[in-house]
């Protein structure tokens, strides 16, 4: 793992701070199983971690590692169960939270794929339930492309891949069955290697202060530059700014929110912003609005939203850095509220700390696992809610023969009071929302003003 994913991993001890999630995908009809199992072993193939699971190491001196599963059983990762009467979008979405509720298997590999049958007019839904530390949002949308066709009916759909060397790695032949004097040895030699490094580097920034005086200046102001951006970014002190989304729990309510891509786009383009900007007010103003109707108005709350730092198209792996950023709820007006997110956003990613996100995690790396659960969740405290926003497909996608009507992602909370994550697919923006029961009380009045702010935003665009 990478130290990123080794602190994901580590202050899930803390099970408000669990990090897997899930995209339903709705389906014209249920799909042929045969086809789709071989569609999973070709990924678990092109995909290693798929067929990996968690390996430890001991004390925490290295991160853990990821080793194949020698017993890797697809009918447990692969499951088939039928949907609640009468089958409609409600007992979906219920029975989608209630089965992401469970923590993943640790000692398995950390996805779940489960086919949902029994849905009102004879429709299906595919539960693709994935750990973070096997790849971010963006990785996810690659794994989910080797799990779709283009055509209903491609050539050689039942065409299986070559399992017989189970994925192992060829420089570790002794990868399934590692012992605890294997791993204590890898993990001294990552630490000892770890540490030359460090002091490489150290020497290197001396030589190079000695060698050019002149660079102090210049070097202490992208320092204080630095440290005013870690303020913002990673050491927040002050709490969230909403009273009304306080509360935590661990429960999970899902609810699902679309509109036309084509209107949010001219609108963006009218209000002179982005996709993501029109997204990001929506949802600020929504929220805005839930709060004026439950009688605690805010000004203005704080958002985490990744920034993708994918550079290659690398299927797993996380490469992402989490921003924070404070959006307004109002003004009034859409269009001046649009220009102050926009500003806003613009701003976020260029954040110096957001480039030592690697850095940050190695530093973090080194605390004990109770002090760092704890200043993880101190500062999830300062979130009031998060974003996320993928693009997906253009064009119609088929699994095992089904046409996808419909793709709904569930992005983690990780300790805040609710995700929202925005996934495109066919002229649709179909967006999750992962929320705290306990944070929003009332989803239906949630849900109403998410109509009306988006209603409002579109309207406004398009008269500009």
Known sequence: MSQTEAVMWAVEKDPALRSDFMNITLLERAPDEGRLAAKVQRAIVDIPRLGQRVVSAPFRIAPPQWRTDPSLDLGYHLRRISAPPPGGMRELLDLAALLSATPLDRSRPLWEFTLVEGLECGRAALLQRVHHTITDGVGGLKLSLSLVDLEADPPDPFKSPDLSDGGMDEEHPDAEHPNTLGLLTDALGFALARDRELIAQGVSAFAGLVAHPTSVPRRAGETFRFAGSLR???????????????????????????????????????????????????????????????????????????????????????????????????????????????ERLAGVRVEPALAAVDSIAELAAFLPTAMLVTATRSQAATIDFATSNLRGSPVDLFVGGSLILANYPMGPRTGCALNVTMLSYCGQLHMGLNIDPAAVTDAGVLLDCFDESFATLLKTGGST
């Not at 929506?282 to 939203?305: F, Q």
């Open 232 to 342: 913002r970014q990673v050491l927040l002190t002050n709490s969230a700014r909403s009273p009304l989304l306080a509360a935590r729990s661990l429960g999970r309510r899902f609810e699902v929110f679309s509109l036309a891509l084509d209107e949010a786009h001219r609108a963006a383009n009218a209000l002179g912003g982005s996709l993501n900007d029109c997204f990001v007010t929506g949802v600020a103003a929504a929220l805005g609005r839930y709060h004026e109707r439950l009688g605690l108005p805010v000004s203005e709350l704080r958002m985490v939203m990744p920034v993708s730092t994918r550079e290659h198209a690398d299927a797993a792996a996380n490469r992402f850095a989490p921003s924070r950023v404070m959006v307004p709820v109002g003004p009034d007006d859409p269009a001046a509220r649009f220009s102050v997110v926009h």
